[in-house]
């Protein structure tokens, strides 16, 4: 699907649903793998829309029949002045009960039974949710790489321009969404993006005029935004173009009037609506996630290796390894990954997959707004691809895989993101308490290519991986005596184009004593059955 077309499907739909929203919701912006049940569904409409326009053109067939006979008859009783009496009988019978019978006719549905498929086959259509979901994805890639809502648009993201566009409804229902949480900075861009859309010259299908809003109604919200913001001038002018497009709307008109009744007693000590403060959301989404970042790397001895040390079979077939950091130890797996075996996890995975849940503070699990994504467990003996990793990831992390936790499969969709944060659930004050299990260490394999976006950020490594299909990015989140190591904070970046494809495994802290003991040195690393051995 081309890119942006994600967003065009979820609106396109969610103008066709009024159900109410339920809590078992697909949440269709937060993973491909229901794109494809849209695309069937849509293709199931416009099949049933097909057969409507069949049984259009069967009426209409009809009633041009019907109109042919009457003016035959018409004619004939012109001629004959109604002299007969069975004429005469004829002529009243019709215009009593055949008019009668063409108003039932005309009365009846055509789609009558189509209208309640619905009903029938309990099509799950995307809801307001999915739309916020969509909309939010967006707006979060957007603040993240520095774009412009111009831009999007004209589908240039981050540098690279694609074939394909923003509709004008698409920036309307972005701008509104944003006025709805009173980002009005953020909205003009949008709304004056959807004029600007509308400006562009193109093949204009019948269906793409009846869906776009019209260039007053641009105008018209460009002119509430504009007052939001305190900006008068702009908001009269801009309901000024809303009339010279559509002189004669009575709302728009009597919205104007209003409009400079409240700037002729508007205070100008009166301030205007908050904005929220995306400086807290910039820092659960740093800057640097388009990997331009130019801050020191304050890291030495940095190399890449063949690992032929954590087990007896890399002897024979050693896995390449790239060092990232030392401390904290960060490296990257190469080759880890057959296709067979990323085609076997993802198609496992789509008929079980759902919204990724996270703890809150209340230990309750819940889906939140900071992850965005789809995502299902798989024991490690789930299948055959889970067993191959397993024992490759042993043999490649020199740890002990019977002490980790079960395979996290994840799909990132529309601009799919998980702010920073770390993955460690204990604080340091209750490591060692009741024999607690906390993630010693992370490991994600990446089972795709992302064509733009979606890599992973350490902000306090300056450090960026960008999926690579068959690699396995491994990181310890503590350090050897048991507590977190601050600079593991990494941030899943927002997605721009394509998605992500990822498989978390956690290694457990406890059951790991003698494969990654507390060390006194790091020079002591080279006595370690476990990875850090291969530091020269």
């Not at 019948?206 to 018209?220: D, I, V």
């Not at 994840?410 to 299990?437: M, P």
């Not at 993630?439 to 991986?465: C, E, K």
Request: aromatic share 10%; with cysteine.
């Amino acid at each position: 699907m081309p890119v942006l077309k994600h967003l065009f499907v979820v609106i396109f739909f969610l103008s066709l649903s009024m159900s109410q929203i339920e809590d078992t919701q697909p949440r269709f912006a937060r993973s491909v793998v229901n794109m494809d049940d849209l695309l069937n569904m849509e293709d199931h409409l416009v099949s049933k829309l097909e057969g409507y326009t069949e049984k259009l053109s069967q009426k209409a067939k009809t009633i041009r029949w019907g109109i042919q006979q009457m003016r035959e008859q018409l004619e004939k009783r012109k001629m004959e002045q109604f002299f007969d009496l069975f004429n005469r009988y004829s002529f009243i019978r019709h215009m009593q009960a055949d008019w009668l019978m063409w108003k039932r006719y005309l009365d009846k549905p055509v789609i009558l039974d189509e209208l309640n498929y619905r009903k029938v086959e309990n099509l799950r259509m995307p809801q307001e949710l999915d739309l916020f979901d969509a909309s939010e994805a967006i707006r979060r890639m957007q603040a993240t790489y520095g774009m412009l809502s111009n831009d999007i648009a004209k589908g240039f993201l981050d540098g690279v321009q694609y074939n394909s566009t923003l509709a004008p409804i698409d920036c309307l229902a972005m701008g509104r969404h944003l006025m709805n949480q009173s980002r009005w900075t953020i909205a003009e861009q949008w709304i004056l993006a959807g004029i600007k859309a509308h400006d562009r010259k193109g093949p204009q299908t019948e269906m793409m005029l009846l869906r776009r809003p019209t260039k007053a109604e641009l105008f018209r919200t460009l002119g509430k935004v504009r007052f939001e913001r305190r900006n008068t001038e702009g908001a009269v002018k801009a309901y000024e173009d809303a009339l010279k497009q559509s002189p004669h709307d009575q709302e728009i008109f009597q919205e104007y009037q209003n409009l400079k009744r409240r700037v002729l007693t508007l205070s100008p000590s009166e301030p205007m609506r908050e904005e929220p403060n995306d400086d807290i959301e910039k820092m659960e989404l740093p800057p640097c996630c388009s990997g331009r970042c130019e801050g020191p790397r304050k890291l030495k001895r940095l190399y890449c290796v063949y690992n032929c040390v954590t087990a007896p079979f890399l002897r024979l077939a050693p896995i390449k390894t790239e060092i990232l950091s030392i401390d904290p130890f960060v490296i990257l797996f190469h080759d880890m990954v057959s296709p067979t075996e990323g085609a076997l996890i993802r198609s496992s995975s789509k008929n079980q997959i759902l919204p990724s849940e996270t703890v809150n503070a209340a230990n309750e699990f819940e889906v939140a707004k900071f992850r965005t994504s789809k995502s299902v467990w798989f024991d490690s003996d789930a299948n055959e691809a889970t067993l191959k990793l397993t024992q490759r990831l042993g043999e490649a992390t020199g740890l002990d895989m019977k002490h980790s936790e079960p395979f996290q499969v994840i799909n990132y969709g529309i601009g799919g993101v998980f702010e920073s944060h770390f993955d460690t659930s204990l604080a340091d004050e209750d490591r060692f308490v009741n024999g607690y299990i906390d993630r010693l260490a992370t490991t994600l394999f990446y089972l795709n290519d992302v064509p733009q976006g979606g890599a992973t950020h350490f902000p306090g490594l300056n450090i960026t991986v960008f999926p690579k299909f068959g690699t396995v990015l491994m990181w310890y989140n503590l350090h050897t005596e048991g507590l977190l190591h601050v600079r593991t904070m990494h941030t899943g970046c927002p997605v721009i184009v394509g998605s992500k494809w990822v498989v978390s495994k956690w290694i457990d802290d406890k059951g790991q004593e003698f494969r990654r003991p507390c060390l006194r040195s790091r020079l002591d690393s080279k006595y370690l059955s476990s990875i850090e051995k291969i530091i020269i």
